[in-house]
């Protein structure tokens, strides 16, 4: 009940925000409506591309499709069993997939040899310059936790 009086007194200063606007300038009023513009452009959420590392060890897909919903964009970077030395062609496949589908966010869903998975991380970070969202099993509440990975943040 608490909730539903803040969130009142909150539209009832929204309302009163509205009326003192519409009263100001046009400077203030184009400044008003710039800030708008960032602030819906920012809550837009950025769609999302899911790089499935190592597909065929679990049955990834179904279990993303069921967290995430059965929309998800994703793509396969290695299936089955990879030579450890295949880093030089992951790194390839990677920016092949970044190029086709260009400004999504990404995120890893890491599964098989953990070297494959780091290739794929520092390759999406090379391209893109940002940090991947890496998705971590949590076999004992069976879904997948997102963590980011930025050490700046983390050192902070």
Do not use: C
């Not at 009326?19 to 950025?46: A, D, F, G």
Request: glycine fraction near 4%.
């Amino acid at each position: 009940m608490a909730s539903d009086e803040r969130i009142s007194r909150w539209l009832q200063t929204g309302r009163q925000l509205l009326k003192e606007i519409k009263r100001s300038s046009p400077e203030v009023q184009e400044v008003v409506q710039s800030l708008l513009e960032q602030i819906l452009v920012n809550s837009t959420p950025t769609p999302r591309l899911y790089l499935i590392v190592n597909e065929g060890v679990h049955p990834i897909v179904e279990d993303l499709k069921k967290q995430f919903g059965e929309e998800i964009e994703y793509e396969v970077v290695t299936r089955g069993n990879v030579e450890l030395g295949a880093e030089a062609t992951v790194a390839k496949r990677v920016k092949e997939i970044l190029e086709k589908h260009h400004g999504r966010e990404v995120v890893i869903v890491p599964s098989g040899l953990p070297y494959l998975i780091t290739t794929v991380y520092n390759t999406v970070l090379q391209i893109t310059s940002k940090h991947p969202v890496y998705l971590q099993l949590d076999r004992e509440n069976n879904r997948y936790v997102e963590k980011v990975l930025d050490p700046r943040k983390l050192m902070l």
